[in-house]
């Protein structure tokens, strides 16, 4: 053992010293460098990382030129009779400079790794930016930044050769464990060589088995941080003591991207408005746009009299002061905080917390849940959290994105229920995306359907359904036969198609160019003399629990599974009945039933 140990404590502080200044210095530019979007992006990322892929006696030439006495640092200090050459700082900064370049692309990894929807519904939650980067993004990046932390110590604590360019080799005062080591080594003292090669190895090497067992607790037990008691309610269907709003939300926007052109208007009030579309039709889009985590490229958005957006006047109101609840496919549960702390999470200051919280809870039927976190319930409980959380804001807007898309369809059902008995009580503004036609009619009186980003048909779920504006709404209602048609005079029409000519009762659209008839509405007759009654015969089936699906060709046998003209749906109580008659069947097709597109 060394009578002189300086070098042990040198590594300490100056290892220390240039980790307490890194972490923050990391942390600092991986945060703003995730954000950034400007011009330069490449050559900062370069200039950050270029002290991990630099010789290291690059490095210490570059720092001497700078903090020498001829550089900038060096003449700024030269009044002051002060050098940071040959000094322990030195030997800091250079520790700093290269231990910097693991911090910094370590905390960018961890940071990177956080899923955006948790900070954009933090955002529509009210939270502003330095709430978000304290109680989310830091929490969560928190191991990774650890483990960073963790290698630039070591790495900060084995420099050499940055070091002795800018520190020099000075005992007692500028000499680190490194350097004793090589001089060590150059003078034949092989065993203060192995004495200081052992200590700086058990040094750095504790530093990462206790940040990795931290890790490993800290994963396995997370103590709650909340404790709540069940309150009983006066009335339940007050439960959720939503506020009252003159609902109405007013939305002329246009959104360009580079394979996508979203252009659409339209306004609603306070009963829920169903957005139902193809994938990559715009529905996310739109309500993206309303919460601000997307900006139109033009137009305006006014909820309640507010102008959210306008581009004419440069109006865009930040995210968390939009008062929209945001409910993703993912649901975007804070991971790293409770139940009631994720419920809590948007909650207004004048509001009771305590209270709110435990509304919610029972609203959405999960007392006793409030202790646990998000990664111990269910998907449904997931959901009902997520909702619960948006709702606890006082949201005036409550977009929901396709909610119910990762639950199976018994847990579906449920859901859906509970979530029209919510809306019921929900006076503000509700958007409802779907891709789910069956979802759409149940639970929206009013639905808009999207193609390409634009408006296809807008009203009532009765009139979509019930007279679609072209072929593509009725298919995405639902509808799967279709024929080409012509007006001829009269009330008839040519199913060109089909090779048949149809009554029709309503008026016949000027520009038709398509006839169509739901599955479902094919009536199976003996009497062949009624009117739009025609001969068919079986080309095949597809069997479902409680349904078969006939495929139906006109007027002759098919010839192949593909050559028919009709799908048909019937209940199984009914296909028994007529499963065994001979051919032709007849079916007719209510003038009442047919859907006359332009």
């Not at 619960?388 to 847990?411: G, N, Q, V, W």
């Not at 509970?418 to 779907?434: A, K, M, P, W």
Request: glycine share 6%; hydrophobic share 45%; charged share 15%.
């Amino acid at each position: 053992m060394p009578q002189d140990l300086s070098p042990l404590w040198i590594s300490l502080k100056t290892a220390l010293l240039a980790t307490f200044i890194t972490f923050f210095l990391g942390i600092s530019a991986a945060y703003w460098m995730l954000g950034y979007r400007g011009k330069g992006k490449s050559l900062i990322e370069g200039i950050f990382v270029a002290p991990l892929i630099l010789p290291p006696t690059v490095v210490g030439f570059l720092l001497l030129m700078f903090f020498g006495k001829n550089g900038p640092v060096g003449k700024l200090l030269e009044p002051f009779n002060t050098t940071i050459v040959f000094t322990w700082y030195g030997a800091a900064i250079a520790a700093t400079v290269v231990s910097f370049p693991l911090m910094y692309k370590t905390a960018l990894g961890a940071f990177s790794q956080i899923d955006a929807n948790l900070l954009r519904v933090a955002r529509t939650l009210g939270a502003k930016e330095l709430t978000i980067f304290w109680r989310i993004s830091l929490p969560l990046a928190f191991p990774g930044i650890l483990a960073g932390t963790t290698l630039a110590f070591a790495r900060a604590l084995g420099e050499f050769g940055a070091t002795l360019m800018l520190a020099g080799n000075i005992p007692g005062q500028t000499q680190t464990i490194p350097m004793a080591i090589y001089f060590a080594v150059e003078a034949g003292a092989m065993n203060e060589a192995w004495f200081w090669s052992i200590a700086i190895m058990i040094i750095s090497l504790s530093g990462i088995i206790i940040t990795n067992f931290w890790q490993e607790f800290n994963y396995k037990s997370q103590p709650p941080k909340i404790t709540t008691k069940p309150i009983e309610l006066e009335n339940k269907s007050q439960s959720l003591l939503f506020n009252s709003y003159t609902s109405g939300l007013f939305l002329d926007i246009e959104k360009r991207l580079a394979n996508f052109h979203l252009q659409v208007a339209f306004n609603t009030d306070d009963q829920p408005l169903g957005l139902l579309g193809t994938s990559g039709a715009g529905k996310s889009m739109i309500l993206r746009c309303i919460a601000g985590i997307e900006t139109p490229n033009k137009g305006r958005i006014i909820l309640n009299d507010r102008v959210l957006f306008d581009s004419e006047k440069k109006i865009n109101i930040p995210i968390y002061q939009r008062r929209i609840g945001f409910l993703f496919q993912n649901y975007a549960l804070f991971p790293h905080i409770t139940v009631a702390e994720n419920i809590a999470f948007g909650i207004p200051k004048s509001v009771n917390v305590k209270q709110e919280v435990e509304k919610q809870l029972i609203a959405m039927h999960l007392q006793g849940f409030g202790d646990r976190y998000p990664h111990q319930l269910s998907g449904g409980q997931q959901q009902r959290v997520a909702l619960a959380r948006a709702l606890a804001s006082k949201p005036e807007a409550l977009l929901l994105d396709e909610p119910f898309s990762a639950l199976d369809t018994h847990l579906r059902s449920q859901l859906e229920q509970q979530v029209t008995e919510i809306l019921d009580n929900y006076s503000g503004v509700t958007l409802f995306v779907t891709h789910n036609m069956e979802e759409a009619y149940r639970l929206c009186p009013n639905l808009l359907v999207l193609e390409h980003g634009k408006e296809a048909h807008h009203g009532s779920k009765y009139e979509i359904f019930q007279h679609p504006a072209s072929v593509n709404v009725a298919q995405l209602t639902g509808c799967k036969n279709f024929s080409r048609a012509n007006a001829l005079s009269g009330q008839q029409i040519e199913a060109i198609d089909w090779d048949c000519t149809l009554q029709v009762q309503e008026p016949i659209p000027s520009k038709l160019s398509h006839v169509g008839i739901r599955a479902h509405h094919l009536i199976f007759t003996k009497d062949p003399h009624q009117v739009n009654t025609f001969p068919c015969y079986l080309v095949r089936t597809s069997e479902t629990p409680h349904r078969m699906t006939v495929f139906l060709k006109l007027h002759s046998v098919g010839n192949h599974p593909q050559d028919y003209h009709l799908q048909g749906e019937i209940y199984k109580e009914k296909w028994a009945s007529i499963q065994d008659q001979s051919f032709p069947w007849y079916v007719h097709l209510d003038p009442l039933r047919l859907l006359l597109m332009e």
